[in-house]
C-alpha cells in the first residue's frame, strides 16, 4: 500500500515545527507547573502517542479515512451525549468523561477533529451543489447538532471553534458570494442587537459568567473584576520584555509564584512564554504557529481533490482560529475564554486531537496532484 507513495512529497517541514512547538510546550509546562514530574511526563507520553499517530496516519490513504465519516460524526454526537448525562463536572462546566484504561478524556476537542472528516466527506460529495438551499440546510442541521452539544455543556469556547472551522471548510467548498453577503446582511444587525441586549442581561442562553466576560471587554470600567485574570497575564507577558526572565524562574513576582493567573499551564500559558521567553519568545512561537498554518495550506493548494483539500483547510483553520483566540485572550485582545494553545497547552486531548489532524493531513501531502 505505501510503495506508490513519492516520499519526496512527505512534509517534513510541517513535522519539524510541530516537534519544536512540542519541545517548547513540555519546557513551558514544566515551569508554569513548578516542575511538576508528573504533569510533565503525562504530557510527554501524550507527545510520543501522538507522534506515533501521525506517523501512522500519514501512510493510510485519507480517502479511507474518510470513508468512515458518518460513523466518525454518529461517534462524535454519541460521546458529546455521552458527557451531558455522565460526565464529571468542574465547577459550571461538565466536559470530560473518565473511560476504563485511559482515563479523562474531553470529547470535544476529538470532536473538531471529527467535524473536519465528516464536512470533508459531505462537501466533496456534494461539491457541484454545495450552494443549493438543501444541501446548506442539511449542512447547517448536521453542524448544529454538533455545535448544541458542545454548547450545553457548556463550552462556548470549542463551539465557537466548531463554527470557525464549519464556515472556513464551506468558503473553501465553494461557497457562492451570494450566500456570504446575504448571511452578512442578517448576521451585522443581529450581532449588533446581540450586544445591546447583552448590556441589560436578556440573552437566555448565555450563562451569568459568559455574559460578565463578554461586558467586561465591551465596558471594562464596570466590570473590572472580570478582567483580572487578563490584567495580570497582560503584565505578566509585559514583564518579560525582550529577552524574558528565563525559564524555572523563581521570583515572587512571577505568574506561578505570585498566585495571578488561574490554568497557567493551560489558558494562560502564552503569560509564561511572555514572561519567562520575553518578546523574542513570543514571536518564535507566533512563527511556529504560523509556519505550521502555512504548511496546511500549502498543502490544501496542492491536493489532488477537494476532499483533501478541505482537510488541510480544515485543519488550518482549527489551528490558527485556537492559537489566535488563546494569545489574544492573554493579551486583552479578546473576551476571557478557556482555549489550549495547539501543541503548547497541557493536556493529553488537545494534544492527541490535534495529532490525528496533522496525520491525516500529512497523507494529504504526501498524495499531492501532479503538475503539468
Same mark, same amino acid.
Given at each position: 500500500?505505501?510503495?506508490?507513495y513519492?516520499?519526496?512529497n512527505?512534509?517534513?517541514?510541517l513535522?519539524?515545527y510541530?516537534?519544536?512547538?512540542n519541545?517548547?510546550?513540555?519546557?513551558i509546562?514544566?515551569?508554569?507547573?513548578?516542575?511538576?514530574?508528573?504533569?510533565v511526563?503525562?504530557?510527554?507520553?501524550?507527545?510520543?502517542v &501522538?507522534l506515533?499517530?501521525?506517523?501512522?496516519?500519514?501512510?493510510?490513504?485519507?480517502?479511507?479515512?474518510?470513508?468512515?465519516a458518518?460513523?466518525?460524526?454518529?461517534?462524535?454526537?454519541?460521546?458529546?451525549?455521552?458527557?451531558?448525562?455522565?460526565g464529571?463536572?468542574r465547577?459550571?462546566?461538565?466536559?470530560w468523561?473518565? !473511560?476504563?484504561?485511559?482515563?479523562?478524556?474531553q470529547?470535544?476537542?476529538?470532536?473538531?477533529?471529527?467535524?473536519?472528516?465528516?464536512?470533508?466527506?459531505?462537501?466533496?460529495?456534494?461539491?457541484?451543489?454545495?450552494?443549493?438551499?438543501?444541501?446548506?440546510?442539511?449542512?447547517?442541521?448536521?453542524f448544529?447538532? %454538533?455545535?448544541?452539544?458542545?454548547?450545553?455543556?457548556?463550552?462556548?469556547?470549542t463551539?465557537?471553534?466548531?463554527?470557525?472551522?464549519f464556515l472556513?471548510?464551506?468558503?473553501? %467548498?465553494?461557497?457562492s458570494?451570494?450566500w456570504?453577503?446575504?448571511?452578512?446582511?442578517?448576521?451585522?444587525?443581529?450581532?449588533?442587537?446581540?450586544?445591546y441586549?447583552?448590556?441589560y442581561?436578556m440573552?437566555p442562553?448565555?450563562?451569568?459568567y459568559?455574559v460578565?466576560?463578554i461586558?467586561?471587554?465591551?465596558?471594562?470600567?464596570?466590570?473590572?473584576?472580570? /478582567?483580572l485574570?487578563?490584567? /495580570?497575564?497582560?503584565?505578566?507577558?509585559?514583564?518579560?520584555?525582550?529577552?524574558?526572565k528565563? !525559564?524555572?524562574?523563581?521570583?515572587?513576582?512571577s505568574v506561578k509564584?505570585?498566585?495571578?493567573?488561574s490554568?497557567?499551564?493551560?489558558?494562560?500559558i502564552?503569560?509564561?512564554? &511572555?514572561?519567562?521567553? &520575553?518578546?523574542?519568545?513570543c514571536i518564535?512561537?507566533i512563527?511556529?504557529?504560523?509556519?505550521?498554518v502555512?504548511?496546511?495550506?500549502?498543502?490544501?493548494?496542492?491536493?489532488?481533490?477537494?476532499?483533501?483539500s478541505?482537510?488541510?483547510?480544515? !485543519?488550518?483553520s482549527?489551528?490558527?482560529?485556537?492559537?489566535f483566540?488563546n494569545? %489574544?485572550? %492573554?493579551?486583552?485582545?479578546?473576551?476571557?475564554?478557556?482555549?489550549?494553545?495547539?501543541?503548547?497547552?497541557?493536556?493529553?486531548?488537545?494534544?492527541?486531537?490535534v495529532?490525528l &489532524?496533522?496525520?491525516?493531513?500529512? /497523507?494529504?501531502?504526501?498524495?499531492?496532484?501532479?503538475? /503539468?
Open positions: 500500500m505505501f510503495l506508490d513519492n516520499f519526496r512527505y512534509n517534513y517541514r513535522f519539524l510541530v516537534l519544536l512547538l519541545i517548547t510546550g513540555v519546557l509546562i514544566r515551569s508554569a507547573s513548578n516542575q511538576d514530574a508528573s504533569m511526563m503525562k504530557q510527554i507520553i501524550g507527545i510520543l &501522538g506515533t499517530a501521525v506517523v501512522i496516519l500519514s501512510l493510510v490513504d485519507y480517502h479511507r479515512v474518510v470513508s468512515f458518518p460513523v466518525i460524526y454518529g461517534a462524535s454526537l454519541a460521546f458529546l451525549l455521552a458527557v451531558l448525562i455522565f464529571v463536572s465547577g459550571v462546566a461538565r466536559r468523561l473518565v !473511560l476504563p484504561v485511559i482515563g479523562q478524556i470529547p470535544s476537542e476529538f470532536v473538531k477533529i471529527g467535524l473536519i472528516v465528516f464536512f470533508a466527506w459531505y462537501f466533496s460529495r456534494y461539491q457541484e451543489r454545495v450552494n443549493q438551499f438543501k444541501i446548506l440546510f442539511f449542512a447547517g442541521l448536521l448544529l447538532a %454538533a455545535f448544541g452539544l458542545i454548547f450545553l455543556q457548556p463550552n462556548l469556547s463551539s465557537l471553534v466548531t463554527m470557525v472551522i472556513c471548510m464551506l468558503f473553501a %467548498a465553494g461557497l458570494y451570494r456570504i453577503l446575504g448571511a452578512l446582511a442578517v448576521v451585522v444587525p443581529c450581532g449588533a442587537l446581540f450586544i441586549l447583552l448590556q442581561n440573552v442562553f448565555l450563562k451569568d459568559q460578565r466576560r461586558m467586561a471587554f465591551i465596558d471594562p470600567a464596570n466590570y473590572a473584576e472580570a /478582567n485574570q487578563q490584567n /495580570n497575564s497582560i503584565m505578566a507577558i509585559g514583564s518579560g520584555m525582550l529577552q524574558g528565563g !525559564l524555572n524562574n523563581n521570583t515572587l513576582a509564584n505570585g498566585n495571578f493567573l490554568e497557567e499551564q493551560t489558558d494562560f502564552f503569560a509564561v512564554i &511572555g514572561e519567562e521567553l &520575553g518578546f523574542i519568545g518564535a512561537i512563527v511556529l504557529i504560523a509556519l505550521t502555512y504548511e496546511c495550506l500549502i498543502m490544501a493548494a496542492r491536493a489532488k481533490d477537494l476532499m483533501g478541505l482537510l488541510c483547510v480544515g !485543519l488550518a482549527l489551528l490558527a482560529f485556537q492559537s483566540a494569545i %489574544a485572550v %492573554a493579551t486583552g485582545i479578546l473576551p476571557n475564554t478557556g482555549l489550549p494553545l495547539p501543541f503548547i497547552s497541557y493536556g493529553v486531548s488537545s494534544l492527541l486531537s495529532y &489532524g496533522v496525520g491525516v493531513v500529512m /497523507n494529504v501531502g504526501l498524495q499531492r496532484k501532479v503538475s /503539468n
